[in-house]
């Protein structure tokens, strides 16, 4: 494991769990995942990569039977075991059954898959301290508030930002420092005077109220706004009916992509203004925060900044984060 990834949790987040779907595909630092649920329901996660010639199995997602690798034609059942392996005819010690997939522990939170790199762990301890494990002492506080409730899945959407990873993450966690000056239809939705900051080991929440519904339209909100970190690439936001997360993936120094699914109550599923006009909110915000971030990526590149500063009643999620961060560069993890 290389020094910049000691201490990085061995639960990680990789995608929302939804039955929609047979299969979806993820990618983590330089390493690609399958999950999928099988015909029963039973959700399973293997690396996405062959066991012939290690092309990679899926992209993507959908709905399929089995995966057939595009390469050779080797075809895996749901449950990882091989099925088929083509032009084999002659082949000296070979066993079928010790050609699988190689399989990953998963486990749900609420919407959420994670993944378990441990493998000292049981299938059954990891389903029972997922949720503490991923957030610590944060989790009681974060299932109080509605994080953990399996809402219905709407949609994802994806966004290329031309700027490093960690200036998006800073980005949302300036404990709404931005937002009077940035997102100023969000900024009218809440009580800014309201917002708090509170930390735990992995995680940071940011809490704030919102404006009451007749005195303003942006029903979205609901009466509170809870946005969570999860340390270190993993957003929840999390307010009335509605839910929505965002998963930073690094592509290069200078660029990453951004994964955003949105969730909502089931008995708003069928109100279509409703999604429509809390996606188009949800959009506005999100390209404000990207011309923002695309901004401090380019003056982070000029010769004539060094350091600035954190402005302490509101960066403490922010100096929390970049705390973590030395921790773990410096390997004091």
């Known amino acids: 494991m290389a020094k910049q990834d000691q201490g990085l949790p061995t639960s990680l987040m990789l995608t929302v769990a939804t039955y929609g779907k047979s299969r979806t595909q993820m990618t983590t630092s330089q390493e690609e995942f399958v999950i999928c649920r099988d015909a029963n329901g039973e959700l399973h996660a293997f690396h996405n990569v062959c066991r012939h010639h290690a092309s990679l ?24 075991v091989l099925l088929k392996a083509t032009q084999i005819s002659g082949i000296k010690n070979f066993n079928k059954n010790d050609f699988g997939l190689i399989p990953i522990k998963v486990a749900t939170w609420g919407p959420f898959v994670l993944a378990k790199f441990d493998s000292g762990f049981s299938q059954e301890t990891a389903d029972n ?24 899945h709407i949609c994802r959407r994806e966004y290329i930002i031309e700027c490093n ?25 809440l009580q800014l005077q309201s917002y708090e900051t509170h930390t735990y080991e992995r995680v940071s929440v ?3 109220e919102s404006v009451q519904a007749e005195q303003n339209d942006f029903d979205r909100l609901g009466t509170k706004a809870i946005y969570a970190f999860v340390y270190p690439n993993f957003m929840i936001n999390r307010y009335g009916p509605w839910m929505d997360t965002n998963l930073v993936v690094p592509l290069d120094a200078t660029r990453c992509k951004v994964i955003f699914d949105y969730f ?3 008995s708003l599923m069928d109100d279509q203004n409703f999604i429509e006009s809390s996606l188009k909110d949800s959009e506005q915000v999100q390209m404000e925060d990207i011309a923002l971030c695309e901004g ?17 009643s509101v960066e403490m999620a922010m100096h929390h984060f970049h705390c973590l961060l030395h921790a ?5 993890w």
């Open 328 to 332: 773990n560069l410096s390997g004091d």
């Open 296 to 312: 401090v990526q380019r003056g982070l590149e000029s010769p004539a900044y060094s350091v600035g500063r954190y402005a302490p």
């Open 165 to 189: 990873w960690k200036v998006f993450c800073d980005n949302y966690l300036d404990g709404g420092y931005h937002v009077p000056y940035a997102h100023g239809t969000l900024a009218s939705g």
């Open 129 to 152: 301290t997922v949720g503490d494990e991923w957030l610590g002492s944060a989790s009681d506080l974060l299932s109080r508030n509605g994080i953990d409730t399996s809402l219905p």
């Open 264 to 266: 909502l109550d089931k």
């Open 206 to 208: 940011q809490r704030c």
């Open 57 to 80: 199995l899926a992209c993507g997602s959908g709905q399929k039977t089995c995966f057939q690798c595009p390469y050779h034609g080797w075809t895996y059942g749901l449950d990882g």
